[in-house]
Every structure is written in structure tokens, then in C-alpha cells.
């Protein structure tokens, strides 16, 4: 059994979150992947997920940081009210280290977000995933995603909208994650029209419930 803590990404993860996009970025080239191919703008979107609370890091009994993602409300360049907005959770910039990838983490992390969703009272797990990078959507498609259409947004390579119901689990016991999410963490209102809304009790964790704005939406 291995465990994990999920915590809220401080100014203090910014080395560790950009050494893991960096490292994804890496992979992705050497795959021959057309994706995250900016790092500035990849570099820009941690800074501003730590600063706005959205950004979450997963980090190992030692104190590394060995994954992150992002958990928030729609993207509104890709979701539209017709989508039921609210029934939702929405995934971001889901990165694994090189010692996490491949170990199951992924699908408990997944699990985790899903859980997350349900306490919430929401009935999917969505995300965005890049256009064209049909083995990453086999990837979600092989965790219990469905796609629910491609959109193409001018300036956007993402627009592939997947979900999942929020009820499905898909992960052994061999990861534990424990969540160190404390009531004061910081969530920033993230911009003009994009509400702040999710503020649960469960375990003293407050999430953030917004549209990123444009630069924090990121080539998920
Ligand atoms: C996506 C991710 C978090 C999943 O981690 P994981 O659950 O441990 O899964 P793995 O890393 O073992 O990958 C599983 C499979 O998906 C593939 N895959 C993962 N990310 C991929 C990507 N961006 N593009 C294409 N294929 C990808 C892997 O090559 C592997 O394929 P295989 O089964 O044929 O070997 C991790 O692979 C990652 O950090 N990828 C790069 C960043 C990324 O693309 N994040 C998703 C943004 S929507």
C-alpha cells in the first residue's frame, strides 16, 4: 500500500510544477506528440494555478512532488450551458512525474477527482483533452471516459470534451490518497463573469468552481 497526500500548490511547488511539465513536454516531443509544445505559456499557467488555489499537487510520504492536476469549473470556450454546467468537476493539466507514471496512480488520482465530484454533487468528471492526440483520448476512453464532442475554438488545440460519471471507480487499493485540503486555502476569484462557487465542509477542503480565464486555460 502506498499513500499519497493531496494538498493545494503553494509558491514553493513552482520548481517541482514546472519540472513536471517539463518532463511532459520532453515525452511528448520524443513520442512525437504535437502537444504542450510552449513552455513559457505552460510555465505562465502553473504560476497563475497556484496563485488562483486551483492547482493541486500530489506529494510522496518523503516530501516530493510526484503529480499535479487541477480541479475547477468549465472552460467556456469548450462547454456551453446545454452541458448542464454545473453537474460537473472539471479536470486540468493532469501531469505525472516519471516515478508515478505507470504505477496506477493515474486511475486513483482519477478515482480521487471522481470522488471529489460526488461529494460535490456532481454527476461527471469532465475534461479537455488535445484535438488530435487520439492515443491520449484512448487513454481516458480506456478509464471509463466518453467523448461528448470535438469542438475546434480558433487559437485552442484542445476541444476534445470528455466525461465520466462521477460514480465510477477504476482503481485498485494499492494507492491511498489522503487529502490535506484546509479551509483557508487560497481561491482567488478568477476573473469577470467566472464565479467562485464550491466551498464544502468536506474535510475542511474548499474547492474552486470557475471558468479559467485565458490564461489559465491551458492546452489540457
Ligand atoms: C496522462 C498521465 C497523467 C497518465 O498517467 P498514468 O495513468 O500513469 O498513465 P501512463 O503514463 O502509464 O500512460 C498510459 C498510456 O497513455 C499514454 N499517454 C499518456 N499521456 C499521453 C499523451 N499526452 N499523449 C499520448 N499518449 C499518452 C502512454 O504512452 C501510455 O500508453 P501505453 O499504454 O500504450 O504505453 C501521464 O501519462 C502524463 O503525465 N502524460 C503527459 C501529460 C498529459 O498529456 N496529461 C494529460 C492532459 S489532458
Known amino acids: 500500500m502506498t499513500t499519497f497526500t493531496v494538498r493545494h500548490a503553494t509558491d514553493a511547488d513552482l ?5 513536471l511539465r517539463r518532463y511532459a ?17 505552460g510555465a505562465r499557467t502553473i504560476q ?27 472552460d467556456l470556450d469548450f462547454w456551453t450551458p446545454g452541458d448542464d454546467l454545473d453537474a460537473a468537476l ?8 516519471p516515478q508515478g507514471r505507470g504505477t496506477g496512480l ?46 475546434t475554438v480558433p487559437g485552442r488545440d484542445s476541444g476534445a470534451l470528455l466525461q465520466r ?6 482503481s485498485g487499493s494499492s494507492i491511498t490518497l489522503l487529502a490535506d485540503l484546509p479551509d483557508d486555502a487560497r481561491t482567488g ?3 469577470p463573469g467566472n464565479d467562485l ?6 474535510r475542511g477542503s474548499r474547492l474552486v468552481d470557475a471558468s479559467p480565464r485565458q490564461d489559465v486555460r491551458d492546452q489540457l
Request: positive net charge; charged residues 20%; proline residues 2%.
Open 15 to 19: 520548481d517541482a510544477l514546472v519540472g
Open 25 to 41: 513536454e520532453q515525452w511528448l516531443h520524443a513520442e512525437g506528440i504535437d502537444q504542450w509544445t510552449d513552455h513559457a505559456r
Open 48 to 74: 497563475t494555478g497556484i496563485a488562483t488555489g486551483t492547482s493541486l499537487v500530489v506529494q510522496t510520504a518523503a516530501g516530493g512532488v510526484i503529480a499535479s492536476f487541477s480541479l475547477a469549473g468549465p
Open 90 to 97: 472539471y479536470l486540468y493539466k493532469f501531469m505525472i512525474g
Open 106 to 151: 493515474g486511475d486513483a488520482l482519477l478515482d480521487w477527482a471522481c470522488s471529489r465530484a460526488t461529494e460535490h454533487g456532481k454527476r461527471w468528471l469532465r475534461l479537455d483533452c488535445w484535438r488530435t492526440n487520439t492515443r491520449l483520448q484512448a487513454y481516458y476512453a480506456r478509464r471509463g471516459f466518453t467523448l461528448v464532442r470535438t469542438v
Open 165 to 170: 460519471p462521477a460514480t465510477m471507480r477504476m
Open 189 to 191: 476569484r478568477l476573473g
Open 197 to 202: 462557487a464550491i466551498d464544502s465542509g468536506l
